[in-house]
């Protein structure tokens, strides 16, 4: 099994295209997807999908439940099975932000392109992400490098990467302390562990939620 989240109106054949239902979307005239659900709620069994890809969702989600989707989207994954993410390159985008000869709208539209277009409450985007930093959580949790690309469209830019699963799921716990080191470097120092605890039961709610589930 294949799966396409947050679809869209964008068709891919082979796959199961998920996305909100219709009445969910602002500008959207018509949906194409297979199923019709929130990706938050989405669960399958373990070590039973072997694709996942999302052009333009991954950074809807919060820090914390983007990694908890990267733990349990691992957990869905077959040996060998394909995550495949497209996401606004948040560093390039900001160069073109920020040279000095962009014009006001050429700096709205990259502001835009990394903020989201904010007419639904879920057109919002919740983290920045480069190939660099992508490819580092992807690789604390297991995955294995397959292939970066870069694009740009009409003064966007962005990046896919392509990663694998080669190695078996870890535990749980052995997820969560991955996490904790990678969210302690969102922190300014040791007073803010109080916020670090607040996003690590975030994380664990959320991968509770979505952990692939044992086959029987």
Known sequence: MK???GCGERYFQGYVNIDF???AHSVQTK???DLHANLLDLRYPADSINEIRLHHVFEHFTRPVSLALL???FSWLETEGILHIEVPNFHRQTLEILHPQSSFSRQALGIRHLFGSHEASWAIHCEGYSPQTLQYIL???GYSM???RENDWQGTYNFEIMACKKIKSKTKDEYLEITRSILCSYLLDSSEHPLLNIWLEIYKAQ???SWGLTQQ
């Open 3 to 5: 799966l396409h989240l």
């Open 21 to 23: 239902p219709l009445d």
């Open 31 to 33: 949906s194409v997807a």
């Open 71 to 73: 733990v349990s989207w």
């Open 139 to 141: 690789e604390q949790y």
């Open 146 to 148: 397959t292939e970066i």
């Open 207 to 209: 991968v509770e939620k």
